[in-house]
């Protein structure tokens, strides 16, 4: 991603955004509130599109092609771009209908098929021992919270994705469901890109591979301070800022 | 005490003593047309599904099938044109001049005398085009004020839905309409029912608009047996002229002759306000349900 600013009407949420995000890595953004992570995060699959009033300028690339073309369609971006939100969202439907939801407005409708990528989403999202034996009786809101991420995540995970974007993925939930999120985490980075916004920064130093560290001006824009591998950032970073806010957190 | 505490107790005392007037004033209403008609004796089956008569209480057989062809008619109407007019409002249109007109012109609908819109009604189908009146007349009148405002609930309904569902669903790379058809309505479904049912409440009580479109005739009795529906004597046809109920109390009252038409008239209102009553408390209740079954607790 290069050049990327994002306006809110004429407020400027984000400037000049410039960063990588290496294959098959975990990345995470952290920052103080407000600095424009989740924002930066929609970049990526261009759910800012859907925000009245808001408007991204720049280039972002996934694998080569630039997303913003307007060639590309934002529907099928988001196929090959998945995002798991901050609150749980499960629809009103069961655990099984959740979990083939993308699947079958993809135009999966052979049964087996559709059983078969329930059962390996919702046990690579850790969640297929604890709900396997009322998968079609039981609605997804009835799931705890953090079994309804998880649910989630195997929603994003059943449309086979490359990138999958967490925007503060386990904030809503308690320490141990945090836990089986971020182990979660770590399973699947062998598979796919996860770009993770957390505002917790043990979680980052925990379960990422690099850090972007975001911070925001005087006028309230968000920029990004800088981006390294996750050790660096904590132990060494190049940035005083980025030094202070760390220290500031922990110490 | 001090003197803000006095005027929290004073408002508080003056809002209850309106909400016990309010729901005294409706068990009055109930009351006194229950114990009236069931003094009359026109509480009974022979009263509900029986034939009118001028000898005897007779019964408003036809009336009530009136009423409900009507309302049945109407909702017909209303209920795929109310949600996808809510669904266009809440999810499509853009602000600007289209809508602002449109939600005025709902505004205004709505807020037309009943009676104005029945005597559009008379000079549209009885004068005009020579149909005569029948129960499409009177069931187009009703939809002229009840589509607008159940599109309005609908998309009230709709716009209740959270931006977090419905991105779930986009996030997914689903279209709109897909978001639309499997997340947002499904979620939007209590509310809709229950502006369904309020809105059938007030259909199934409205004269003003019925007088001059679905007329005044009052049949003797009905031959369920004829399915011709282009035959105005079938009254399974929309081209029936149709009294129902609540014109039916209005004529009683107005130009009643005979000798139980009082008892009639209580008889038809007992049931009138029973039946609306039960619209509305299945409306709370149907809406409840169905938002505990969509969440699944
Ligand atoms: N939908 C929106 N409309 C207007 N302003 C927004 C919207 N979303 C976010 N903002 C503003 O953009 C800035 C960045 O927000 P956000 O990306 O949510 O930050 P973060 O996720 O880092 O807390 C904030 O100042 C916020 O008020
Ligand atoms: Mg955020």
Redesign the interface.
Known sequence: MSDVSVHYGAFRAVRDVALAIPPNSVTAFIGPSGCGKSTILRCF?R?ND?IPGARVSGRVLLDGEDINAPAVQA??????V??V?Q?P??????IFENVV??PR??GVSDRRELDAIAERSLRRAALWDEVKDDLRR?????LSGGQQQRL?IA??IA?DPEVILMDEPASALDPIATLRIEELIAELRAEYTIVIVTHNMQQASRVSDRTAFFTMGQDRAGYLVELDDTVKIFTNPREQLTEDYISGRFG | MSRVLVADRLATATLWGIAIAVVAVLLGIIAHFVLAAAGAGALSPSFLFGNPSDTEIGGIGPILFNSVYVLVLTLLITIPLGIAGGIYMAEYAREGRLTALIRFSQELISSVPSIVVGMFGLALFVSATRIGYTALGGSLALVVFNLPLLARLAEQAIRAVPADERHGSLALGTSRWQTIRHVVLPLAIPGIVTGIILTAGRIFGEAAALIFTSGLATPARYDFSNLDLLDARSPWSPLHPATTLSVYIWKLNSEGLGQFVRQIADGSAAVLVLMVLVFNVSARGLGRLLQRRISGA
């Open positions: 699959d759910m859907l529907v099928e971006l988001r196929r090959r998945g995002l939100f609150r969202n499960p629809f009103p439907m069961s939801y993308g407005r993809h039981k609605s997804g809101l009835a989630c929603r994003t449309v």
